[in-house]
């Protein structure tokens, strides 16, 4: 049975490039994922001063969201975009970053706002709470990117009317190697 749903826009950012639609979008050469994602923010004109506090794979997420959402959301609508993401390393970079601020015995600090993050599913939070959406949301973990399993899973959001649409992919970031591979069903 042929899917009557199809991929209509789609965003790839690695190596400090931004990708829409296969089209290099912005490119930076600064050092750190840090550096890069404030000044990709500056260059699309977000303007979420959250974002500044979110962790690495959430800034990750956001970027690549804004770059597919900002076109996508209607201001005061019910705007009922799903949000399916998946990745190999969970939050894994953010849990080191909370580990060691619990490791040091004579500066023992669980810090709350690394904390926070330690689940790799607040990153679709974030992007839910900044376009209001109240839809469907998943996040799983897989070894290597399962396109298929996400298209399914999207594919059946929007059959069984879950959804209009549902942005979903990869969003694998740890210890500064990162990609972000998502794509909007509809």
Not at 11 to 25: A, G, L, Q, W, Y
Not at 91 to 117: C, G, H, M, R, W
Request: charged content about 25%.
């Amino acid at each position: 049975m042929k899917s009557q749903f199809t991929i209509t826009n789609s965003c790839r950012i690695e190596s400090n490039v931004i990708f829409v639609n296969d089209e290099k979008k912005f490119e930076s050469n600064l050092d750190s994922f840090a550096e890069f994602a404030k000044s990709a923010y500056k260059k699309f004109g977000i303007n979420y001063p959250k974002f500044f506090k979110m962790d690495n794979l959430s800034k990750l997420a956001f970027l690549a969201s804004e770059v597919l959402l900002s076109e996508q959301i209607i201001a005061d609508a019910e705007n009922n975009v799903a949000l399916v993401f998946a990745n190999r390393s969970s939050s894994l970079d953010t849990d080191v970053k909370f580990q060691q601020s619990i490791d040091n015995k004579e500066n023992y600090y669980p810090s709350p706002a690394v904390f926070v993050y330690t689940l790799p599913n607040i990153c679709v939070g974030e992007i839910s709470i900044k376009h209001q959406l109240k839809s469907e949301n998943a996040f799983f973990v897989f070894e290597e990117n399962n396109e298929v399993f996400l298209t399914q899973y999207a594919t059946s959001l929007l059959q069984n009317k879950k959804a209009v649409k549902v942005l979903c992919g990869w969003v694998e970031y740890f210890d500064e190697s990162y990609l972000a591979k998502l794509f909007i069903v509809e």
